[in-house]
């Protein structure tokens, strides 16, 4: 029980690698809150955490919305008083380089993918810090240290990320806030099932994306959540500003 009794807020917790967050998470003896703009998928996810034994409630939100993102940190602390861990998970990509990227896509991406790290952590820290520490993992990607072709706008939102990651982590080391990411390679979880339906050969297409890892497959979500469920618990201690990898061997190459 690495979480045992711990207050989580889950972002993007409806699907993929926040869905099986929340589970793993739960099974760790967290109380949990599950934000996800799929309002109904996050209360499956939440009964799915309630089935595991776990208290959970699920919050319908928008996180590049700033207001839902302020009722979002409030509703959580409504309910269970207070707010120990928090993940920011929700995100998306887009196609497209810099040229073919309109600015309406653009801003719309920052706005989640980026504004809504910001904002979380904004109104969250100060009710960490009154409490005498937290922690907080973001899930960035390695498009923060390696370029992908096509992918231009993810690319930039998810180096920003790690970026705002290393910097929160020094300024809030001396409030017992602990700010780590993880960067997670190819993870086959619904982002890419749209990926893969729109392509012209599915097959083709899902063989390019195992090969890109060293392993020569993709990732699961729970891969991914044992990371960020090491990084938000306690065996972490010693972490702070750390950007941990989770690739199949992608960037070792
Ligand atoms: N799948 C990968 O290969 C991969 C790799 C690196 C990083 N990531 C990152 O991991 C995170 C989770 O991705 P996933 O692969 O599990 O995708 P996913 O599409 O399965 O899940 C993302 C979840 O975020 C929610 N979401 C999206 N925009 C939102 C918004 N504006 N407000 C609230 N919720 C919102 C979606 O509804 C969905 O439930 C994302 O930040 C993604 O960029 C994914």
Redesign the pocket.
């Known amino acids: 029980m690495r979480l045992d009794g711990k207050v989580c807020l889950v972002?993007?917790?409806?699907?993929?690698?926040?869905?099986a967050t929340c589970e793993l998470f739960a099974r760790e003896g967290a109380v949990l809150a599950i934000?996800?703009?799929?309002g109904e998928?996050a209360a499956q996810t939440a009964d799915r955490c309630g089935a595991l034994g776990a208290q959970a409630f699920s919050i319908e939100?928008?996180?590049?919305d700033a207001a839902g993102v302020r009722r979002m940190i409030d509703e959580t602390v409504a309910r269970y008083d207070r707010l120990d861990v928090l993940v920011n998970?929700?995100?998306?990509?887009i196609p497209g380089s810099v040229v073919e990227t309109g600015e309406d896509d653009w801003n719309a991406l920052m706005a989640?993918?980026v504004n809504?790290v910001f904002l979380a952590c904004k109104h969250a820290i100060p009710l960490m810090a009154k409490r005498g520490g937290g922690v907080i993992v973001n899930?960035?990607?390695?498009?923060a240290s390696v370029g992908i072709r096509n992918r231009a706008a993810?690319c930039a939102s998810?180096g920003a990320v790690a970026a705002l990651t290393r910097a929160m982590a020094l300024d809030h080391v001396d409030d017992g806030i602990r700010i780590n990411a993880v960067?997670?390679?190819?993870?086959e979880?619904?982002?890419?099932d749209a990926i893969l339906s729109s392509s012209r050969d599915t097959e083709a297409t899902r063989r390019g994306l195992r090969e890109r890892q060293a392993m020569r497959r993709m990732?699961r979500?729970e891969e991914v959540a044992l990371g960020i469920a090491y990084l938000a618990s306690d065996e972490s201690s010693f972490c702070t500003g750390t950007i941990l990898t989770i690739d199949g061997g992608m960037t070792a190459q």
């Not at 972002?11 to 869905?19: L, V």
């Not at 899930?139 to 498009?143: C, D, E, F, N, T």
Request: hydrophobic share 35%; glycine share 22%.
């Open positions: 972002t993007g917790g409806a699907s993929g690698i926040g869905r934000a996800d703009k799929n998928a939100v928008d996180v590049g998970n929700a995100g998306y990509g989640v993918n809504g899930v960035a990607s390695v498009v993810y998810k960067a997670p390679g190819t993870i979880s619904p982002y890419f990732g979500p």
